[in-house]
């Protein structure tokens, strides 16, 4: 029978064919497997590096064009195809695709509106920026993307900003404003990055609202509170802040003077007041909305105006604060008042 083990025409007893591959020494018996002798079988030998091989050159540039672009692997391949293997020209197919798609899920009707998102706040000199840039899950709000595009934006109004008149101290940017913003220093409309995020991280973006704040001869305090943690030179989280602050002379001020405009910066997240109200005014209830007549955080009891005039003559100008997400207010915004000469 062929499965029947062979039998040796000299010992007249089945024997069991070595495995295959098994090498023997020169001069062994074919079947002895005595260990530690010179009989013994020996392993094959595989070269060094045999089993290991480069990836195949579609791969290789498969993944280094989804290491470029963070776009889908399959998307990528299908670049690569229509590419006819060159990364160049998928890459550029991929960010014209991330565009396309980008503009068509900005303009789809009924699509979900974009309520999460991040506040990022941006100082430069006695001068600070607000930006306000939403998307619909808080998952996409974790992203390095995301939170590049929203420094990406703070930039931008930095730019706007400091291209403002002169007289001007304080501005929220209208609509057809946004839609003129320059992605941070370079040429190229941030509504265009937008599109592009839109495509690549596959939900709807949009950049709310944008404001700035600017203090002649003072400083503007900022503060950004959220889950993100700190980092220069954007600050960003859920809720942000900005306070246009003087010292009581015209030296710069002390740095207990901005760390006081800090404090009041976090006040201002945290008792949501609407409007400046007066360094006189007596303390109001809990439903107080005026700045200067809220208890102050720091010292219950007393109103803030008087605890920053006791504390070094604080002066606060006009504030700014975003709350992500929230509701619009339903009056134009005011223009921020000028700082006393």
Request: neutral net charge.
């Amino acid at each position: 029978h062929r499965d029947s083990p062979k039998r040796d025409p000299c010992l007249g007893t089945p024997q069991t064919p070595p495995c295959a591959g098994t090498l023997l020494r020169p001069g062994s018996p074919r079947g002895s497997a005595g260990a530690g002798t010179a009989d013994t079988p020996v392993p094959p030998q595989v070269p060094p590096g045999r089993w290991f091989s480069a990836a195949p050159p579609a791969l290789r540039d498969l993944r280094e064009l989804r290491a470029r672009t963070g776009q889908p692997v399959m998307r990528c391949r299908e670049a690569l195809e229509r590419a006819g293997g060159d990364l160049r020209q998928a890459e550029a197919w991929l960010e014209a695709e991330s565009r396309r798609r980008g503009w068509a899920r900005a303009a789809a009707p009924g699509a979900r509106r974009a309520r999460e998102g991040l506040v990022g706040v941006l100082s430069e000199g006695s001068a600070a920026v607000m930006v306000e840039v939403n998307c619909e899950t808080d998952f996409v709000a974790r992203t390095p993307d995301f939170q590049q595009l929203v420094e990406m934006a703070a930039r931008g109004v930095l730019g706007h900003c400091q291209g403002a008149s002169g007289t001007k101290v304080g501005h929220l940017l209208r609509e057809e404003e946004l839609a003129q913003l320059r992605a941070g220093d370079g040429a190229e409309l941030l509504s265009d990055q937008l599109a592009l995020a839109m495509g690549r991280l596959g939900e709807r973006l949009a950049l709310r609202r944008a404001g700035w704040l600017r203090a002649p001869g003072g400083f503007v305090a900022t503060y950004a509170h959220g889950w993100v943690p700190p980092g220069p030179p954007v600050a960003m989280g859920t809720y942000g802040a900005l306070v246009a602050c003087g010292g009581p002379g015209p030296e710069p001020p002390s740095p207990e003077l901005q760390e006081l405009g800090r404090r009041v910066a976090q006040h201002v997240v945290g008792m949501a007041p609407t409007a400046l109200g007066t360094p006189e005014d007596e303390l109001g209830g809990d439903t107080e909305t005026r700045l200067l007549a809220q208890g102050s955080l720091l010292e219950p009891g007393v109103p803030l105006g008087r605890y920053l005039r006791e504390r070094g003559g604080l002066q606060v100008w006009d504030f700014l604060r975003f709350q992500c997400g929230e509701e619009p207010p339903q009056e134009p915004p005011q223009e921020p008042s000028a700082p006393p000469a």
